[in-house]
């Protein structure tokens, strides 16, 4: 099936640096979710956006709607050692239950 | 948002055996429920579709014998891997839907040995 591109695939920081990925779609989305998945867990929603040019912050995260529909933003200021883990965006469609997901992004620190 | 309680988080089974995975809601009546399945490194990829009372929906490529879906009530779900093989180890993971968004268990890690 589909699967929204993510970027980027993997990332390598030091903590305390901020981190951006995003998404994109050749199509729109009524709804974008970001989530975090740890080794051996289920994903965990972290921000949801439903309209676009929504800004939402959760904490040290803040997330974009973008204006287009076709795309989103995560981002991650100050980060620590527990932000390690997989991120992935997820769109939604209107009359659509189904989630489309991105590819996910590896978020590693570097002590 | 929703609760989803997944059971077992991990389960070894030898080859040709079959194992349930439960899903429940605890806080939150859905009559329909997605699984998934997710392979190292990879992304989850939806296997079905199950609604309340009525057949699953599987994904193209799917083989529906093989994993059979029952939802029986709006707070339980289950997933069978029926005649269970090596390459059928993977990470399944169940996931309920709320006007907010999309909750998911904590997974299933099958080895079938």
């Known amino acids: 099936g589909q699967q929204l591109n993510q970027s980027p695939q993997s990332m390598f920081i030091q903590e305390g640096e901020d981190v951006s990925m995003n998404c994109t779609s050749s199509s729109i989305f009524n709804t974008w979710l970001w989530y975090k998945q740890e080794p051996g867990e289920g994903p965990v929603l972290l921000i949801a956006l439903y309209k676009a040019g929504e800004l939402t912050s959760n904490g040290r995260l803040t997330a974009q709607f973008g204006i287009t529909r076709k795309d989103s933003f995560l981002n991650i200021s100050a980060s620590i050692p527990s932000d390690v883990g997989i991120y992935f965006c997820a769109g939604l469609r209107f009359g659509n239950e189904k989630l489309t997901f991105g590819t996910g992004t590896r978020l590693t620190i570097i002590p | 948002g929703a609760v989803v309680s997944q059971h077992p988080s991990r389960v070894i089974c030898k080859s040709g055996t079959s194992v349930k995975i439960e899903c429940r809601s605890l806080d939150f009546q859905a009559t329909t429920m997605f699984w998934y399945r997710q392979f190292p490194k990879q992304s989850l990829m939806l296997m079905a579709t199950?609604?309340?009372?009525?057949?699953?929906?599987?994904e193209q490529g799917v083989e529906k014998d093989k994993f059979l879906i029952n939802h029986a009530s709006l707070t339980l779900s289950t997933l069978t891997v029926t005649s269970a093989h090596p390459e059928d180890s993977s990470f399944y993971i169940c996931?309920?839907?709320?006007?907010?968004?999309?909750?998911f268990g904590q997974g299933t890690r099958l080895t079938v040995v």
């Open positions: 996931s309920y839907r709320d006007p907010l968004g999309a909750f």
């Open positions: 199950s609604n309340e009372g009525s057949k699953a929906t599987y």
